[in-house]
Structures are given as C-alpha cells and as structure tokens.
C-alpha cells in the first residue's frame, strides 16, 4: 500500500499546528515578562546565550551592537614597587632578582606588633 501525499500539504500541516497560536501567546508572552524583570534579558536571549556561552541580547542589536559581545580581553594590572623616593609600576615583569615587594605587600614573616596596653 502506498502513502498518499498531497503537494501543498506541508505549509498547510504548518498552518494547523499554528491555530491555537493566540491562545499560547499569553504564556510565552508572561514568562518574557518575567524573565526580563529577573533578568534583564528575554526568554530567546538566554536560551541561545546558554546555548552559545557568550553574551547575547536582542537590546544590543536596538543599541547598534552585535548580537553577541565579544569576550572581554584581560588586561594585566600594574605591579608597582617602591624605589628611592618614589613608586615605580611595571606591566611586565619586575626587574630585580628576586623582584623587589609590591607596594602594600607586608614583609615576609614580620611579628605583629600588638597595641600598647593603657596602665591604669
């Protein structure tokens, strides 16, 4: 026995799967609400940023951003040590062997120096 298909089925399966359509749009339309009081972003955004692993929203399109950000670059902080009379930051590596201390880094194995106590 053979199937019966008829050429302009397809869009017209589509069309039918489709009618109830109205009814679901208030569901999708409050979990949006929703998601983007909790979230800032839209129920699709966070689907594909999930998906995707990147940053991804709708608004930055609105804004005239791409789609997806790009992933943020590290940027390396200064080292700053201290030098006769002044404070000298490096981005590199520190010259010195060993490097000389950071700035604000307590010396190695210094004894805390308790408060005086008050005589009475």
Known sequence: M?????????PLLLLFLALPG???????????GVSLMLTGRAV?????????????????LDAGERFCRAEPVAVEQPRCTRSLGSVDCWTGPVPGNP??????????????????????
């Open 2 to 10: 053979r199937a019966v298909t008829l050429p302009g089925m397809g």
């Open 44 to 60: 699709p955004d966070l689907v594909y940023s999930g998906l995707s692993g990147r940053d991804c929203s709708v608004a930055y």
């Open 99 to 120: 490097p000389p201390r950071e700035v604000g880094q307590a010396a190695p194995g210094a004894p805390v120096q308790p408060w005086p106590e008050r005589l009475l």
């Open 22 to 32: 109205c009814e679901a749009v208030v569901p999708i339309a409050a979990a949006n």
